[in-house]
């Protein structure tokens, strides 16, 4: 995975799979359970964001974006503050549309691996971040 340390691509084969992940399977409440899917799952977010981050050496841009991200799921948490374990979108659905009226929950209505995944990519990813890492 291209979120773990230290860096098991190199920085042009870890961008290519970056941009193939978001062209694919990326949604700002998580990952689609594969390409085409309605279905997203929250907790896949983690590892993508850190593996974004990474491919953006951590910039200043990246961790906006990745923030925005945390904004659009955090808006979707039920009203415990919990987070479904998935989400179906709506078939019509694409990037850069609003996913207001798209989006439900789907599944358990509250998953704790989302939720620690949310957590730890706060803490871990945008909160307390190093400087950038150097990706060789």
């Known amino acids: 995975c291209a979120s773990l340390s230290p860096t098991l ?4 084969p870890a ?8 062209r694919e399977l990326f949604t700002p409440l998580g990952l689609r359970e594969r390409p085409g899917s309605s279905r997203v ?11 974004f981050l990474r491919a953006r050496n951590r910039s200043v841009e990246a961790r906006a974006e990745v923030r925005g991200w945390l904004d659009v799921l955090g808006a979707h948490a ?3 503050g919990h987070l479904p374990e998935a989400f179906e979108l709506d078939p019509a659905w694409r990037p850069g549309r609003p ?3 798209a989006v ?8 704790f691996v989302a939720v620690a995944e949310f957590a730890r990519l706060w803490v871990e990813e945008i909160e307390h971040a190093e400087e950038p890492a150097v990706v060789s």
Do not use: F, H, S, V
Not at 9 to 12: F, G, I, V, Y
Not at 15 to 22: G, N
């Open 41 to 51: 799952r929250p907790e896949w977010l983690g590892p993508y964001a850190g593996a």
């Open 9 to 12: 691509l190199p920085a042009a």
């Open 104 to 111: 439900r929950p789907a599944g358990a209505p509250a998953a």
């Open 99 to 101: 996913l207001e009226g």
């Open 15 to 22: 961008q290519r799979l970056i941009d193939a992940i978001a």
């Open 78 to 80: 039920n009203t415990d």
